[in-house]
């Protein structure tokens, strides 16, 4: 058995997992568990990565005191789209700006006018979110630290810089910057160019696999680890580990990665470019080995993360007990809409949305939280169908894999809206892809379907039927289109 650490940093959390992988055994076992709490600074949203990376080494130290000392590899996935700039000596200029942060209102315009929306999309094929890098970019250049930018490192890639010493860009996380091609895998020269986006910025492209460095000799003193320690390329971006770790059989499969997102669609061979996906706001993100990933980010839930932080951290399991007894479908908003973004007054916010399309008001903390899961099963069955119609192909099953497997009532409702089977697990799917992707690496499993195979083997999953009723949840959804 081989012994791979893997770095899964999430928006409102992080955490450092061992994973242990044999021809046929794989384990997960959790080293460091820490929360990520972005700062409001003056100048606006900001991520406090020292704290990470600290909270990184603090993991890696755990991660050893459970291994001897010794590890095979380590990987680091994370969030996406966010990054810091680095100085001609390579230090961080300033705190990296956090997505939600409100530069980018207003940037999308500007932008537009260089490149407009229909040809960036035919380029990138990246939905519109205000904070894809490009336009953050955009937004960052007129700004003093820009000017003494010499580098810019995804969050990933900036805490493997300061793991190794070495920089890279992997491409899973690049492609959600919209400078990406993603037929080719290789940069838009062109949408740069016309933006006036220096590509030199970033380091060299590398892939989910290739050796991305050793740990550095104070790395390894700070850990308390034995060298040589190598640093493994993964699926940078969280949301391609934990598609890496769908455990689906076979092809005809929907997945849906939850957490702070619901990032919901399809595997694909090749991306989907056509002006009907744009409108749909599709986003063909890369994946592993030339795949791509077909999906639309969904508000996810945040939704429900910031209720509960409005209403004092109450208990969440008896809020879903509440939550489950309550009617259905009473009252559903519309769980992709980017007037979600923003943190702040989140149970205000969903009955205003409401009130003002004339259904009832979620009066109850329990009535809210009903509101937000059917809201989210309601954007999950319309994500899963119209991925299905753009890209030509049929799914059979819904993967749901993520933070939401441990919220039964959602994975309920998401069968019930889809009208087809969820298959629930693993919870950790980011970190199980990163692990993976570094096992394959050191040759110890095979393709992906064998990556699948070896979850499927080991990992408890559960299985939810839809409970019929899909003509209500489609009447749900034409009421909400019809608003
Ligand atoms: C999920 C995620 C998602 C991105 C968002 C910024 O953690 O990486 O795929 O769109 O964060």
């Known amino acids: 058995m081989k012994s791979y650490a893997a770095v899964d940093l999430g928006a409102s959390g992080g955490r450092v997992m061992v994973g242990r992988v044999g021809r046929h055994e794989l384990e997960l076992t959790e080293a460091h568990r820490f929360p990520n709490r972005p700062v409001r600074l003056p ?18 130290r755990a991660a050893g005191a459970a291994t001897g000392g010794r590890l095979d590899s380590v990987g680091v996935d994370s969030w996406a789209v966010d990054y810091g700039l680095l100085d001609a000596d390579g230090a961080l200029l300033g705190n ?3 997505y939600r942060d409100a530069r980018t209102e207003g940037i999308a315009e500007a932008v537009w006018a260089a490149v407009p929306a229909a040809e960036l999309y035919a380029a990138t094929g990246l939905q519109y979110v205000p904070f894809n890098t490009l336009y953050q970019l955009t937004a960052a250049r007129s700004r003093a630290q820009f000017a003494h930018a010499k580098r810019l490192l ?13 920089q890279g860009t992997e491409l899973t996380n690049a492609s959600t910057t919209q400078l990406v091609d993603p037929r080719t895998g290789d940069w838009s020269y062109d949408v740069a160019a016309r933006l006036g986006i220096d590509l030199s910025l970033f380091a060299p492209l590398r892939r989910p696999g290739d050796p991305a460095g ?23 971006h969280d949301t391609a580990s934990a598609v890496a770790a769908v455990p689906a059989d076979g092809e005809r499969f929907a997945y849906i990665c939850t957490g702070t997102w619901s990032l919901a669609g399809l595997e694909l061979t090749a991306p989907v470019l056509t002006e009907e996906s744009r409108a749909a706001n599709f986003t063909n993100e890369l994946g592993l080995d030339g795949t ?8 996810g839930l945040w939704l ?23 009617p259905a479908l009473r009252s559903v908003v519309d769980a992709g809409d980017p007037a979600f973004l923003a943190p702040g007054r989140m149970p205000e916010r969903i009955a205003e949305a409401c009130r003002a399309s004339g259904q009832p008001v979620p009066r109850t903390p329990a009535e809210t939280t009903r509101c937000i899961l059917d809201s989210l099963a309601l954007a999950h069955r319309r994500a899963v169908e119209d991925a299905q119609r753009l890209a030509g192909t049929s799914a ?25 089977p969820v298959v629930a697990g693993p919870t950790e799917a980011a970190a199980f892809g990163n692990v993976l992707v570094q096992a394959r690496a050191h040759g110890l499993v095979g393709d992906r379907a064998d990556m699948r195979r070896l979850l499927t083997r080991t990992q408890p ?23």
């Open 214 to 236: 050793v740990l550095r000799g104070e790395v390894l003193e700070e850990t308390g680890l034995t060298g040589p320690v190598p640093v493994t390329a993964v699926g940078s």
């Open 304 to 326: 429900l993360q910031e209720c509960v932080r409005a209403w004092g951290e109450p208990d969440l399991g008896e809020l879903l007990r509440a939550a489950a007894v309550g």
């Open 43 to 60: 100048e606006g949203l900001r991520w406090d990565v020292l704290a990470l990376y600290s909270a990184v080494l603090d993991g890696l």
């Open 154 to 166: 995804l969050i990933p890639d900036l805490m493997a810089y300061w793991l190794t010493g070495e």
């Open 396 to 420: 059979d099953v819904v993967h749901v894999v993520g933070g939401g497997v441990r919220n039964a009532l959602l994975c309920q409702l998401t069968a019930d809206a889809c009208g087809l």
């Open 96 to 98: 990296p700006v956090h």
């Open 292 to 299: 791509v990933r077909y999906l639309r980010n969904i508000m």
């Open 461 to 483: 999953l559960t299985r939810y039927e839809p409970r019929g009723g899909t003509a209500r949840w489609r009447a749900a959804q034409e009421r909400l289109a019809a608003r």
